[in-house]
Every structure is written in C-alpha cells, then in structure tokens.
C-alpha cells in the first residue's frame, strides 16, 4: 500500500525567505505525482504536476523536482511571501487511465510572516 | 479551462437525517468523479470512485449504504450521506478528471457537513 509522508508537518518562515517542502513515498511505481495547494476550508489547487518520466517542473517561484528511484519529491518556493501561507499536499498517482487513484501526503501547513 | 463546483459550500443537519451533496463539471463531461473526505487537520482520504452510468467503486471501509454515490450524467454526481451522526461532520471533497487526457484531476471547493 503506497503511503505518502511530508516533512516538516509545519513551517514558519520570515518573508523573503527560500524554502523547500519535502514528500516521500513508499512506492516508486508512480505514473504522476502532483502538488497542491490548499487555504483553510478550501478545496486544492494545482500547483505543478510532474510525470514519471520528468525530473522537474517549474512555474513562477514554484520549482517541484522528482526521484523516482529513492521515492522523493520535494517543492521548493523562492522569495516567500505572506499570501503563500497554506497547507501544501503532495499527491501521486499509481496508474495511468480514468481509475487512478491519488493518494495525498500528510500535508506541510505554511506560514509565512511579515 | 476545468471548472468542478460543490454544492452546498456548506451544510448543518441533524443526527439521523441524510444530506445529498452535488458536484459538478461545469465546462467539461467527466465519466469519472472521485469523493474524499478530510478531517481537520488530515489529509484527504478517498472514499469512492464515480463511475458514470455505473455502479461506484468503493474504497476499503467505505460504507457504500452509508454514502451513497449516483454519477446519472456525465457532469453530475451526487454523495448522499444517509443517517448522518456526529461523527459523518467533516469536509467532503470531489473531484472528476477531464478526457481526453484523464491527466490529473480537478477539485472542487469542498463541502463542509456539521451534524448535530
């Protein structure tokens, strides 16, 4: 059973500040693995998706990087600001086609402060 | 675009009483729709998969008499949660993936059940 973990489970940094958000996985036979973003009480937002094949993908100050074969991905935010404070989730995908299933990592709760 | 809407946003019933939430493509066809359920301060878990014209897929330890699942058209599918208790009160999450990549999913906003 593919169980997703994510480190640190909290996260307080002062604006301007570089970070990174690590997720590992048990199972590397993954076809995606996706990050997201989530405001309390609020549904998820797409932030990067990254196929088994790619090792990265980048958008804005969002860079996701991908090892398959030791079961890691991490997130890495540059010049944080206050409106990036969120919960981020990583997710991967098993198998291809209309059944497959995420399965959600534990989650990163962010903060950042003024 | 990939629009998914819930609703309600929110919703408040009483121990006993059943509650149907909706989820809806707004700007695509989806022959599958997922629903999760997330508690505060978890990740979400997934309860089911929609399967349009068909019967859903349930995951392990999922009621399916309990959280009833129709997926009747290819933008619509429905959560009815059926003789709610306390402990049914949590956020419920849906999601469809959009054809023809079926690349990733799109959520919804969320529905956030009290039952008291």
């Known amino acids: 059973k593919q169980e997703v973990t994510q480190i640190p489970a909290a996260l307080s940094v002062p604006e301007g500040e570089n970070l990174v958000l690590n997720c590992s996985f048990t199972d590397s036979a993954i076809y995606n693995l996706q990050w997201f973003r989530q405001d309390p009480g609020k549904g998820l937002t797409s932030l990067l998706l990254i196929q088994s094949s790619q090792r990265e993908q980048t958008s804005g100050r969002l860079n996701a990087s991908l090892d398959k074969s030791s079961g890691r991905s991490t997130l890495y935010i540059a010049a944080s600001q206050p409106g990036d404070s969120a919960t981020y989730l990583c997710a991967v995908i098993a198998n291809t086609g209309t059944a497959s299933k995420l399965t959600f990592g534990t989650g990163t709760r962010l903060q950042v402060t003024l | 675009g990939a629009v998914v809407s819930q609703h309600p946003s929110w919703v408040i019933c009483k121990s006993g009483t059943s509650v149907k939430i909706e989820c809806r493509s707004l700007d695509f066809q989806a022959t599958t729709m997922f629903w999760y359920r997330q508690f505060p301060k978890q990740s979400l878990m997934l309860m089911a998969t929609s399967n349009e014209g068909s019967k859903a897929t349930y995951e392990q330890g999922v009621e399916k008499d309990k959280f009833l699942i129709n997926h009747a058209s290819l933008t619509l599918s429905t959560l009815t949660v059926t003789s709610a208790h306390p402990e049914d009160s949590s956020f419920y999450i849906c999601?469809?993936?959009?054809?023809?990549?079926?690349?990733?999913?799109?959520f919804g906003p969320g529905t956030r059940l009290t039952v008291t």
């Open positions: 999601s469809a993936k959009k054809p023809p990549l079926n690349l990733q999913q799109y």
